[in-house]
């Protein structure tokens, strides 16, 4: 997105943070956000802002640490700011399949890949994504696929995972 805080970027004249809230707050019952820049336009909304734990940007993975480390329950969701569809049964699937699984982290498949940043995941895993991330390591899928996961169909609504990315995508967005 030319260096743009995804979450503020505009779709039909609404901050991207607006969609990914309205559908995600329900379905939890506590959002934080992470955010390393504009925090003061996050903190607005009125949910807990934390910025990542760990210097330089380190990707997705640290601000998923950041999350486990500052929830308040045994089991975080995550989503990226960057969708305009997010499904409104996110984390009941989510939970379910972890369930059936009995396993510590579940992710997302829309029919035709994974997505990784989708995701249910027990606290217990913070120091394994710390070391993950210590050693060099900053793929998410990587990351995930050395754990005990499960994985959430979502070949039903695969539209819901789709996120934007580049101008082109929001251009894209618009003709649809």
């Not at 249910?120 to 120091?127: D, E, K, P, V």
């Not at 050693?135 to 609504?157: F, H, I, N």
């Amino acid at each position: 997105m030319g260096g743009s805080d995804k979450g503020l970027v505009e779709v039909e004249g609404w901050p991207l943070i607006d969609r990914v809230i309205a559908a995600f707050a329900p379905q939890v019952q506590q959002l934080l956000i992470n955010a390393n820049r504009n925090i003061q336009a996050y903190e607005r909304y009125g949910y807990q802002v934390v910025p990542d734990g760990l210097t330089g940007f380190q990707g997705p993975l640290a601000g998923m640490l950041t999350g486990l480390r500052n929830a308040a329950h045994d089991h975080v969701a995550f989503v990226p700011c960057d969708v305009v569809a997010l499904p409104p049964d996110l984390v009941t699937r989510l939970w379910e399949a972890l369930q059936a699984a009995d396993a510590d982290i579940c992710i997302v498949h829309d029919g035709t890949r994974l997505h990784p940043v989708f995701a249910l995941m027990n606290i217990s895993l913070a120091g394994a994504v710390e070391q993950y991330l210590e050693s060099g390591g900053r793929t998410v899928e990587d990351w995930v696929l050395q754990q005990r996961y499960a994985v959430a169909d979502y070949s039903d609504c695969p539209q819901g995972f789709a996120n934007l990315n580049t101008p082109a995508d929001l251009e894209s967005l618009a003709h649809q």
